[in-house]
T-cell receptor
């Protein structure tokens, strides 16, 4: 069946280092991928998205990489800051939109001082 | 301020006592959705609505009802709550399929405990 999973449930990085959060998906029909950030006690917030016709997309301090061959997605955060501590979810869609997004179980990122 | 507002934020209830969690958005979004979040399972979609009077089941619709009589409101109804519906619930909205975006705007969440 369809699944969107994370390689590691937790990740700790030193402040100032780069973070890499990984995600695997199984649905070959998935054509749209999104990363969300959820801070403690809050709802998820959109970070960045990428469509299957791209393999890389950059935002402010974040980069998403998509490898369709191995069905792998990663989120890179440059110069990680304490405010980046949160749970990060990848989500996939085969509708190209927010309709029926399938979310992964999340990775807890902790930024160490 | 653009936002999605859920109420109540916290609720403890007993098995079988009907309850409604309200959700309202002020962004004129066509698409609205309900998710539940449980440890280790991520966010699972309960119901979604593409527009007024149009609702569809998500991945875990059993035990829930929704309605979309107005564009801004999308209440989640638990007719006869059971303990396995104890969870953190999120309402979300988006511009809609035509906007071709996966950007969902989430509410702050409603933590429900069913005893």
């Amino acid at each position: 069946g369809e699944s969107v999973g994370l390689h590691l449930p937790t990740l700790s990085v030193q402040e100032g280092d780069n973070s890499i959060i990984n995600c695997a998906y199984s649905n070959s029909a998935s054509d749209y991928f999104i990363w969300y950030k959820q801070e403690s006690g809050k709802g998820p917030q959109f970070i960045i998205d990428i469509r299957s016709n791209m393999d890389k997309r950059q935002g402010q301090r974040v980069t998403v990489l998509l490898n369709k061959t191995v069905k792998h997605l990663s989120l890179q955060i440059a110069a990680t800051q304490p405010g980046d501590s949160a749970v990060y979810f990848c989500a996939e869609s085969h509708s190209g939109s927010a309709r029926q997004l399938t979310f992964g179980s999340g990775t807890q990122l902790t930024v160490l001082p | 301020e653009a936002q999605v507002t859920q109420n109540p934020r916290y609720l403890i209830t007993v098995t079988g006592k009907k309850l409604t969690v309200t959700c309202s958005q002020n962004m004129n979004h066509e698409y609205m959705s309900w998710y539940r979040q449980d440890p280790g399972l991520g966010l699972r979609q309960i119901y979604y609505s593409m527009n007024v009077e149009v609702t569809d089941k998500g991945d875990v619709p059993e035990g829930y009802k929704v309605s979309r009589k107005e564009k801004r409101n999308f209440p989640l109804i638990l007719e006869s709550p059971s303990p396995n519906q104890t969870s953190l619930y999120f309402c979300a909205s988006s511009l809609g399929v035509a906007a071709n975006t996966g950007e969902l705007f989430f509410g702050e969440g409603s933590r429900l405990t069913v005893l």
